[in-house]
Every structure is written in structure tokens, then in C-alpha cells.
């Protein structure tokens, strides 16, 4: 269902337009991009509570245009209730809960460290090129503003003491992006109006007024940078397929043609050849 706020009203609507329009934009023009991000993870249900965050990561995020991504966590710290009053509350997490992925356009390929794996996957074709936008953090790359408003009911939320910023709100349309949360806050930094930080709500938390969500700031951010003086052009090889660590196991999924009923198959083709073809 649509939320209260919809439909907006036409000024209201109006400068929606021209906030997603410009970041269409701007998020065209980038064909190189990389920053720091700090993440903090909150869940008053099995976490800590009262404000305080699960865990708290720091890690990498680069991306090429079209189509080449990497996400790489590389500090975790988990939360611990302390042993004495004024004791030490987080301490560094097990290598295991350690995200680790890239994407090259044709292939993603996770680093799955509690099964020491390295998990090499496919995208189906109708992906391949296109799903950086539809990766784990919408919006940060290729934001487009008809899609946006394809997949999500959004309107502007920026707070009166903000400044040098703009706070949209975004609630899935889709079955696709509901199954992954909520609903989402994206704050645009006026400077280069690019994703400043984001905070992504879980979807299992009905009426709670606490719910559990994880809050994202990118820093240093980096856009259209030279590569030239870099020694063998590092950047670009870090989107190249990763080396299996010693010890670990390759597990290599490839893309798989659905299987298309015979009913079906036989209706939609004229000849046997075609009989075949996947639908979607």
C-alpha cells in the first residue's frame, strides 16, 4: 500500500522532480568513484539496545562505470556487555561476519568466510550491466530518476536545521526491494550531490518504535580521480576476478536458463526451435 504522504501535492511533487532529476545528473557524470564508509548496525532485539549500535564496521566501496563494483568490509567491532562498570562495551568481531564482494558486470564474486569459499556467481542476462543499481546500497551508483520512481514512493524529508543537504525518504513499490527493507533515508550532500550517508530499515519490525536498522556514512569520497600515476592501473584490477585464498574452496555458479513448461512453450513458439526459448 502507498503510504500516508501519497500522492504529494504539485510543489511538493515539482521539486521532488527537479532534486532526482539533478541527481540523475550529477550520478551520470561519474565514471570512477571510491570512499570510506562507516556502518553501524542497530538491533534492539538482539542487540544491545538504548541507542547503541550491534556493531559498528569500517570498510571500502569503489565502482566503474557501467558496471564494476567492490564492497569490502575491513574493521568490525561487535558489541559485548561489559564484565565491570566502565568496562571496554565493543571488542573486534570475528573475520567471519565480514562482508567481502565484487561485481565485474558478468560474474559477483563473495568472499564467504565462515565456509573459507570464495562463491562465484552468474548474473542472468537481463543483469549484466545493470546490477550495481540494484546492489545491496540503492541509489549509491547509476541513480536514475525514472527507475527511482519505478521502485519506491519517494518524497523530501530534509530537516529545517540541515544545511548543505537534502533528506529524502523512499518506501519500496516492489515485492523485490519490500523483501529487503522497509524503507530507506538517503542524505544527498549539496557539494556533489552524491549519497553523503543512508540508512536502510529492516522490514520485520511492524509497529515497533525502535526498529532495527543500519545507518551508513561515506567519507573521503572520490570522484573522476586521475589513475594515471597509479603503478599497473590498481584501481581498475581490483574489479578482476579475486584470487582463491589458500586453504579455500572455489564454488562457481553459472547462470541457468529456466526451465520453461512444455504447455507453454508450445503456445508462445512456432517452430521446435524456439520451443526452447526461457520466458521471463
Avoid at 95 to 106: A, N, P, R, S, Y
Avoid at 209 to 223: A, G, I
Wanted: positive net charge; aromatic residues 14%; charged residues 25%.
Amino acid at each position: 500500500m502507498a503510504p500516508s504522504w501519497i500522492p504529494l501535492n504539485p510543489k511538493q511533487q515539482e521539486y521532488l522532480d527537479q532534486l532526482l532529476d539533478y541527481w540523475e545528473f550529477k550520478s551520470s557524470q561519474v565514471k570512477r568513484y571510491r570512499c570510506k564508509f562507516q556502518r553501524w548496525e542497530y538491533d534492539p532485539v538482539f542487540g544491545p539496545g538504548g541507542g547503541k549500535a550491534k556493531t559498528y564496521s569500517e570498510g571500502i566501496i569503489k565502482y566503474s562505470a557501467p558496471d564494476k563494483g567492490l564492497f569490502r568490509v575491513e574493521n568490525m567491532l561487535q558489541y559485548q556487555p561489559p564484565r565491570e562498570a566502565g568496562g571496554t562495551e565493543y571488542v573486534p568481531a570475528d573475520k567471519t561476519l565480514f562482508e567481502h564482494w565484487i561485481c565485474d558486470g558478468q560474474w559477483v564474486y563473495q568472499m564467504d568466510y565462515p565456509r573459507e569459499r570464495l562463491v562465484q556467481t552468474q548474473l542472468p542476462p537481463e543483469m549484466r550491466g545493470k546490477a550495481i543499481g540494484k546492489g545491496p546500497l540503492p541509489f549509491l551508483f547509476n541513480a536514475k530518476a525514472g527507475d527511482i520512481k519505478r521502485r519506491f514512493w519517494i518524497h523530501v524529508i530534509t530537516p529545517p536545521t540541515a544545511t548543505g543537504e537534502y533528506w529524502l525518504e523512499a518506501v519500496p513499490r516492489t515485492q523485490e526491494d519490500a523483501g529487503n527493507f522497509k524503507k530507506i533515508h538517503v542524505i544527498i550532500s549539496e557539494k556533489d550531490f552524491l549519497p553523503q550517508a543512508m540508512v536502510l530499515f529492516d522490514q520485520s519490525t511492524g509497529a515497533n518504535s525502535d526498529p532495527p536498522h543500519t545507518t551508513y556514512r561515506f567519507v573521503d569520497r572520490e570522484v573522476n580521480f586521475s589513475i594515471l600515476a597509479e603503478k599497473l592501473n590498481l584501481f581498475h584490477r581490483e574489479f578482476y576476478e579475486p584470487a582463491v585464498p589458500p586453504g579455500w574452496t572455489k564454488d562457481v555458479r553459472p547462470w541457468n536458463q529456466p526451465a520453461v513448461p512444455q504447455g507453454r512453450a508450445a503456445a508462445a513458439s512456432p517452430t521446435p526451435q524456439s520451443g526452447n526459448a526461457a520466458t521471463r
